[in-house]
């Protein structure tokens, strides 16, 4: 279950052209179980219907402070009070304005002023608007105020400048949503999760690597940073695009996880290695592309860098935990792959299922500690399975 599931979620939508960007998170925030009200300013109902917004929220679209029916129903108070958060997507620099300023005479300002729930606005409008000292001081006034914001995206705009000042994505728009209503049991935390697999190059085209989705550490970093958490990633090559508010770095090779997992993890409270690193790579890999003719097919193997090991022999006081994917005896393979790396935790599960693990949304898994204690997490997707881990380590690593 997510974090926004059963959550009351006021919409307000102004007027942008940006508007009808606003049916997407209606329908992203139903999705994961969210009662929404919408809330439509009289100039966002130039630009998008209520009826859209109502059909896909099954909720009356609320628009007029005065109307008595509405009122009666749900009033603006009652709306304010029932909200666990108030987002605003598109918000214009008239909104921004009016809510800095106090103005308190529509509908969607009189909520905001009205509710205790945290509200998240995400901006959009012209460039040059977004860049004026009046929308750049309203802003700074209430990021200090504990307004929660997603910056707009740079782009070419509806009016035909280019600059920052498009609507954010509405994936953004979402996981701050969510990163807001999360618990914080890791603030103040820096993390690194690795993920992913690895290639190590047999020649400039070829390489030897692993199933290793990214999936599950993906997730793992997600979570971190919806937890509080200051979060590196480092992933091997994955189709999975760069999760938004946390730092990724890329790389392919062992060699280049060994480098940036160990720098990032110079002042880290914990590394989490998820990432399938290859165990080998070619001996001299061919700086050429191997052609048929005159190969004898055979290939000389050499052992990559163990990471962790590696990070296990000079622990200092951070948490070391890693992920193993096993087919046979997994309860003996990762408590010895735990003692051997000096790890603080090992999260295993059975890759020879074939509803978890590997490219599945699913996982299902073990976590054992050094004082023996084991911990299951039963069948659910990797978000879930990534929540369970992160509350495991911080009760077990970081309160002792
Ligand atoms: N790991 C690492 N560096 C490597 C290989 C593995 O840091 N070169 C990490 C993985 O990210 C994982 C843990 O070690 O967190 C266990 O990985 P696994 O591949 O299961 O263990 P290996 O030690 O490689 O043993 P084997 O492949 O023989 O099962």
New binding site residues.
Partial sequence: MGVLSGKEVVLGVTGGIAAYKACEIVRELRKESANVRVILTASGAQFITPLSLQTLSKNPVVMDLFNLISESEIGHISLAQRANLVMIAPATANIIGKIRSGIADDMLSTVVMATNAPVLLAPAMNAQMYASAAVRENLSVLRERGFHFVEPDEGELACGTVGPGRLADGGKIMEMARIVLSEKPLAGRKVVV?AGPTAEHLDPVRFLSNRASGKMGFAMARTACRFGASVTLVSGPTSLPDPPFLRTVRVRT?EE??TA?TRAAEDADAV????????FRAKGAAPRKIKKEGFDYRVELA?????????GKNKGSRAL??????TDDLAR?AVE?MR??N?DA?VANDVSRTDIGFESDNNEVRIFFPDGEVRDLPLCTKDGIAVGVWLALDGKLFRR
């Fill in positions: 690795s062992a996880m060994f997992v989490v290695m998820c990432a399938a690193v290859a165990d052992p990559t860098v163990d990471i962790l090991e590696s990070l935990v890693g992920f193993a994917a096993e393979n792959k051997r790396k790890l090992i």
